[in-house]
Each structure stands twice: as structure tokens, then as C-alpha cells.
């Protein structure tokens, strides 16, 4: 095994390297797509975690959309994550992959009734080579979780069966992210992610939690917001460009600055109409319910530049999380669900 490759094996990249390809030897490497049509309100996700269990690797894999509050998940025998580029595959023991996708494309089969096709043109991926979401921490070896938002935008066209639904949907706004580290999630975590403002091409990604390697351990949260117009800026290196977050059970609050800029976001989503999913647990080849996930929250972003006012945006399709073990259990308690399950239909409203 190569210096770099040892390196990698780590969950570390170096600067002007390659996150969006798989880092061999970590425990999860997880993936995520969001669609968002703004003229319907309608919002999809897709997610695959590539898991190394006892016996091998196995897929955490999840499909859920609104406003029907569908909701699908499954632990799968059988995945992999392409070491070159961006590539997934999961549940592929002896079947057909139930989730397959690449920078382009996307096929999700969770059953008759739980099927995703997408493809997607016109990608605004990643922009800055030298770092990726993480930023400096990129290069930190070992540390629990990374994160890289690859891709900030484009027009997806598919169709998907979302339980009794079939929605077909053509130039839709789309974000492709990844996250990877040790044994899955951090003990607490916040992320937030919103297109639908009046500018199409305008997105917004947030990340956040407490980050550990060794005796290290720190609480960060990176901001990144691509602004009308196609320039993208990161915040939230300590020191430089620190980001502040206050997250509550419905609502979050962040600010930045660094470099020039200073950027406030305000969101907010009803803890009633939260998607619990799942969080793999990959040496106990398992997952469980750990991740309070609203696919829709109001959202208000604030951006200046020494002092001036750049843009300010508004959405109402913000995807929001708070995530942490404790919070989805006593969640699906207070809904008189069982926490050991993870395919409860945790996500509809006004219960």
C-alpha cells in the first residue's frame, strides 16, 4: 500500500486531492442526493452509507420524499464505493444493486413502491481544488466525520414511485453530498441544506458537530453558500473564519464571518413533521434511529461583503437536521414508536 493510499485509508485527504473518491479503510462512507421542485414544493432524498461490517461491507440505504411523508429504509448485504472517483453501490450480495449512483446518475429499487430513476445535467459541482468541505480538517487523519458537498446544484429529471405516488419531475434543482469517518455518526451533529430561493442557482449547505481524534475534540460547523451568480464561499475555520450555531429542537441559527464576509442564516422546521432515519452502527452490522430530519423548513439567509449588503434569500424547502441517539429515541418515544425499528412510519404529520 502507497504512502497516499495509507494516507486515505486514514479518512484524510491532502490538499488539491480527490475527496469525492473512497477512502478504503474507513467504517462508513456515506451518500446523498436531495431534488428539489420549487414550482411543486415536492422534495425527494436518496441516501447509501458503504458500512464495514464483521462479515464484510453492507448498505445503509434510505428513500423518503414530501409531502406524502414516504419513508423507506433497509439494511443490505453487499455495497462498495468506487476508489477513483464518485461511485456507489449498495445491497449488491447476490441481486441487483437497490441503490447505484455516480456523478450523473441515480437508481434507487426499494420494492415495487419505493423506486427512484435520476439523472442529472448542467452540474455546479465543487469549485475551490485545493480544499474540500472540511476544509483544513480534511487533513486531520482519523477523525470521526468528513464532510464534502460536491455538488451545488444542477437540473435532475427522473421519475420515482414513492409509495402509492408517481411523480415525474424534469429540471429540478439537485445537491449531491458525502460524509465518511469512524463508526458511523458523531455523538451530536446539525446540518442544514436549501435551494428553492428565488434565484435557481443559489444554494446553501451547512455542517456541523463535535469532531474527535485522539485526545482532539472541538465543535465545528462549516457554512457554504454558492450566491446568484455561480461564486461559492466556505466558512468556518476556527480562527479565520469561525462559525457560530445555536440549534434547538425546531429551530437554527447560524453566523459566520471571515475573509470579508459575514453571513447570517435563520431556519426553522416543526419537530412533528421530522423524518427519524437511520444511523448505521457498521461493526455491529445494524442501524438504528438516530437522525431527526425535516425534508422541509423555512430558511433566511443574510450575506455582506466589509459591510455590504451582497443577497439575502428566503425558502420554505430547507432541509434541516438535529441529529444525536438520544433525541431520535426519545422522539420516537413521544410518537409511541419503538426505537429499535427503523422502518416505523415516523414521518408523517399532525400526529
Known sequence: MGMIRRYRSTGADLPFGNPTAAHRGVAMEGYFWRITEP???????????????????????????????????AALDGAWADPSCLGVAGGTDGRAPAFRGDANHLTVDLGPDARLELRVEDRADWPHAGLGGSSVFQMIPALNQYWHPWMLGGRASGI??????????????????????????????WWGQAQGFEESDACVAF???????????????ALVVRLPGGQVLRLGNPGISPVVTTTEDESWHLTGRGYGWRVEVRASAPLNQAFVLPVPLPSERRNIAGDLEHLVG????????????IWSGTTSLAALEHGGLDRARDELLRRGLDPARTDAPTARTGE
Open 207 to 221: 455542517a456541523g458537530g463535535i469532531v474527535t481524534s485522539g485526545p482532539l475534540r472541538t465543535e465545528v460547523t
Open 160 to 189: 420515482a414511485v414513492l409509495g402509492g405516488e408517481t411523480w415525474e419531475f424534469d429540471n429540478a434543482q439537485v445537491y449531491g453530498e458525502k460524509n465518511w469517518g469512524r463508526e458511523g455518526f458523531p455523538e451530536a451533529w
Open 39 to 73: 414550482h411543486t414544493g415536492r422534495v425527494i432524498i436518496a441516501l447509501c452509507g458503504v458500512n464495514q461490517g464483521p462479515n464484510g461491507p453492507w448498505a445503509t440505504i434510505g428513500l423518503a420524499s414530501w409531502p406524502n411523508g414516504f419513508l423507506r429504509t
Open 298 to 309: 423555512d430558511l433566511q439567509i443574510s450575506v455582506h461583503r466589509f459591510g455590504r449588503h
